[in-house]
């Protein structure tokens, strides 16, 4: 399914918003993991140091994983896309371990070995190195052990895990609540739940006569199809709505649908002369 997206101001949207626009983190799941000892997770860039070039390893979720009607999962897996066979010759031990609020093991919930030989490109890519979570909203500690054949250290990795409640709760924020003809006003979804939203960046504008909203008729556009996302606690990219220098001054507010969950969001704004 398509949805149309507004060609209007960027992440940027004025250089007075930057910050607005910038911080992207509007409620943060993984707040937990900073009362925690650090640990050394998996490189960002997903290569591994000891494992052939142009290939890389990678959590296939976030640490911040939602609770399900399924058993959830937190689990790795690999890529590569060079049609080759590759000798790893690596034998792989994990271990998924439940843990208090600073970061304590409570107790071993699963321990795993994983021997990898040689093996096809397409077999890598199908590896997945991966524990089943329960549905209690705990926090987890995953740690992979890499070793050669002969059972030399390669590398180790952990990370924090945490199972949180599927919730929607989605708003429409806003840079500033008022603002003057010719300024832009600046908004964006932002879900501050758990559960990905999903929406198409256009919007309607409304002004307030008195007596209730009415459509307010505004140039907007032009619009190319695409649909956005905002993962849990994050917001969706900042669009703006440049004001006319001839709008009456008055309470105005913007309307954005949502395809998940369905729904709105609006946020409201003034015109001052």
Known sequence: MLFWIVLLGGASAGSTSVSFCGDRIVHD???????????????????????????????????????????P??????????????RLDWRIEGRLSLVDAKGKVLRIL????????????EEFNKLTLGFKLDQGQRVYRSDLVFRKADGGLLGRF????????????????????????????????????????????????????????ASYPAELGPWRRVLWSAHGGMAGPCQEWQIPGNTTAGKYRVRKSLVRPVGEVNATFEVVP
């Open 73 to 86: 999962r937190y689990s790795y897996g690999f890529e590569s896309f060079l049609n080759r066979r590759l």
């Open 110 to 121: 699963e321990q795993k070995t994983w021997v990898l030989g040689t093996v096809s490109e």
């Open 158 to 213: 952990a990370e924090y895990v945490r199972i949180v409640k599927r919730t929607n709760n989605v708003k429409l924020g806003i840079y500033r609540d008022t603002v003057r003809p010719s300024e832009p006003v600046v908004f964006r979804v932002e879900n501050v739940g758990t559960a990905r939203a999903t929406y198409g960046p256009p919007f309607t504008l409304e002004r307030f006569d008195g007596n209730g909203w």
């Open 29 to 71: 799941y993984s707040r937990p993991f900073d009362r925690m000892p650090g640990l050394r997770g998996v490189p960002a860039s997903g290569q591994l140091p000891f494992a052939p070039p142009q290939t890389t390893f990678s959590p296939s979720t976030s640490q911040v994983v939602l609770a399900q009607k399924a058993s």
